[in-house]
């Protein structure tokens, strides 16, 4: 594609440097990624700064230069006021709008979404339409895996991986939505058909501040729901009717609401919900019908978060039965509620609970399994929320019966300061805080007596612990698997 055809799509820009018009096979942000050909926008980021890197882009062979810097290049100068925006204009048309080609299902919140992707996705495949997943575990579509380095990518790898969800037969994208990509326009000229709530409570105030700027950023995905409309086809935004944000985001949409909740009041709703250790099974009713499932899940939580992947079954007119269906295909979310398997009498879970939020549901639905103790261990992250610290230590405490503090990923953080931060929320002696985060889950587990639950909150998925700038290898899941066997050679 010409330089000038790809500059086209822009709504303002200056032309500085050589008049020329060069063939662009490459768009790209990171000066490692450049190839000859290449247009290079150059981005001032948080922690680095592209402009720095304009020169060895050139040196690679970028054939053009976008910025918002003027500078005398050998090579066309593309002048814009805001680069990052500028680039998510360029990555869909390069790549030809393929949000377009589509049904874009955009899923945020503070706590849910990964689950919520991954119902919807059952939900959407149940029903013979073939869905592509771009989030915190990944960017998938059938057997093929990206890793993904944010839940929600930068715009042009976004626009890349639909552009290949698209090409490869694909009808449907869900994704996850962060409020750090909705306000760094990651996701900006997404054409998104389906915008989902899950909640909102306390997080990444290092980032946005004040809960109204954090707020301002998820209610993005619903203001600019429905700006393109070039699919000829409603929009809809999903809200938790239970979850008093929504009212907010209502009033900040044109698009159609549908809400979903626990009571008749919601469009789709759940009845007789009977919660078992590890599965819930409730009838959920919408405008079209009612089904009855068998969720693969526990928690109250996360039949909201099937009652939210159900709303956009109904909206994309599947029966009842095929929703029910294809919720209950989904068997679990890597790191969510994830049992480990072992010989001991007690239970061990690894989850990715990381807001006090989804601390307090995480303990409460392990509390309703009744155990004989509940003990979890948790740790809060490096270089982010630090308000957050002392309530989830205090939730810890309050909903559990004994914590064991320790790292998360500390990050370019002083670990033990960390921990402080989290003991300035607790009183009493139902805790322990130990800096070793494999130390701290093989105390948790000589501690366990039959009939204890043991939660190991935080990570998750995760297969890594980042501490100062190294990526350590640790898995919550493999590590609690090797210290329950050390324990059983101990006992024998
Ligand atoms: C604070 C933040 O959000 N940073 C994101 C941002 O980085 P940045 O633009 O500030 O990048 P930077 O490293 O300063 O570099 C600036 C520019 O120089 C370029 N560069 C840089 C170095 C170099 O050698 N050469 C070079 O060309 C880079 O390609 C970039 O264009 O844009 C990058 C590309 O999109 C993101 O990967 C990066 O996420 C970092 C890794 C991060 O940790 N983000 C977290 C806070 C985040 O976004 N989390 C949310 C989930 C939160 C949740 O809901 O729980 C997420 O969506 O992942
Ligand atoms: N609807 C919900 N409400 C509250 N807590 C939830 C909900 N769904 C899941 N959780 C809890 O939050 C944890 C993270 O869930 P999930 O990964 O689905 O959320 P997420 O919003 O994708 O997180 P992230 O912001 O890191 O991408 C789960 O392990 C569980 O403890
Ligand atoms: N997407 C979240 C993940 C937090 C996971 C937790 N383990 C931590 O490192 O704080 C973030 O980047 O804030
Ligand atoms: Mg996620």
Excluded: W
């Amino acid at each position: 594609m010409r330089l000038s055809e790809l500059t086209g799509c822009l709504p303002f820009y200056v032309m500085k440097g050589p008049e020329s018009d060069p063939e662009i096979v490459k768009v790209c942000h990171h000066h490692q990624d450049v190839e000859p050909g290449s247009l290079f926008t150059a981005i001032k980021g948080e922690k680095s700064d592209g402009r720095f890197y304009i020169e060895k882009a050139i040196e690679k062979g970028a054939a053009a230069v976008l910025s918002d810097t003027e500078y005398d290049l050998s090579v066309p100068l593309i002048m814009v006021k805001q680069p990052r925006h500028a680039l998510a204009y360029i990555a869909n048309h390069f790549y030809d709008y393929p949000s377009f080609g589509l049904n874009v299902i955009g899923v945020t919140g503070t706590n849910g979404k990964t689950t919520v992707t991954h119902m919807v996705h059952g939900v959407l495949e149940s029903a013979g339409i073939k869905t592509g997943i771009i989030g915190t575990l990944y960017m998938k579509q059938g057997d093929r895996i990206k890793k993904s380095e944010n839940t929600t990518p930068d715009s042009l790898l976004l626009q890349q991986t639909l552009a290949e969800f698209r090409d490869e037969g694909s009808r449907a994208a869900v994704l996850e939505a962060s409020s750090h990509g909705l306000s760094q326009g990651r996701m900006y000229g997404c054409d998104v058909d389906i915008a989902i709530l899950t909640n909102l409570t306390q997080d990444h105030l290092d980032y946005h501040e004040t809960m109204e700027h954090y707020k301002c950023a998820k209610t993005l995905l619903f203001s600019q729901l429905g700006h393109t409309h070039v699919k000829n086809a409603p929009k809809f935004a999903v809200l938790n009717h239970d979850d008093p944000f929504s009212k907010e985001v209502a009033t900040a949409t044109s698009a159609h609401i549908i809400t979903y909740g626990i009571t008749s009041e919601a469009d789709v709703y759940a009845k007789n919900i009977h919660s078992y250790s590890e599965t819930t099974s409730f009838t959920i009713c919408t405008p079209s019908g009612e089904t009855d499932v068998e969720l693969r899940f526990a928690g109250m939580f996360n039949v909201y978060n099937a009652l939210a992947a159900a709303a956009v079954g109904f909206v994309k007119r599947i029966p009842t039965g095929v929703i029910a269906k294809g919720l209950e295909s989904v068997s679990g979310v890597p790191g969510r509620f994830e049992i480990v398997k072992h010989n001991g009498p007690y239970t061990v879970i690894v989850d990715y609970a990381h807001t006090p939020d989804s601390l307090k549901n995480i303990l409460q639905a392990a509390g309703e399994m009744k155990p004989n103790k509940l003990i979890t261990v948790i740790g809060c992250g490096g270089d982010r929320d630090r308000a957050k610290r002392p309530i989830m230590a205090k939730i810890a405490c309050e909903f559990a019966d004994y914590a064991v503090f320790t790292s998360d990923n500390p990050r370019s953080e002083d670990p033990k300061k960390i921990l402080r931060d989290m003991e300035k929320g607790v009183q009493g002696n139902s805790y322990i805080s130990l800096v070793d985060r494999r130390a701290a889950i093989k105390y948790a587990l000589k501690s366990a007596e039959a009939g204890d639950i043991i939660i190991i909150a935080g990570k998750g998925h995760e297969k890594y612990q980042l501490i100062n700038k190294e990526k350590i290898p640790f898995d919550d899941k493999s590590v609690a698997e090797s210290i329950l066997n050390e324990m059983l050679i101990e006992d024998v």
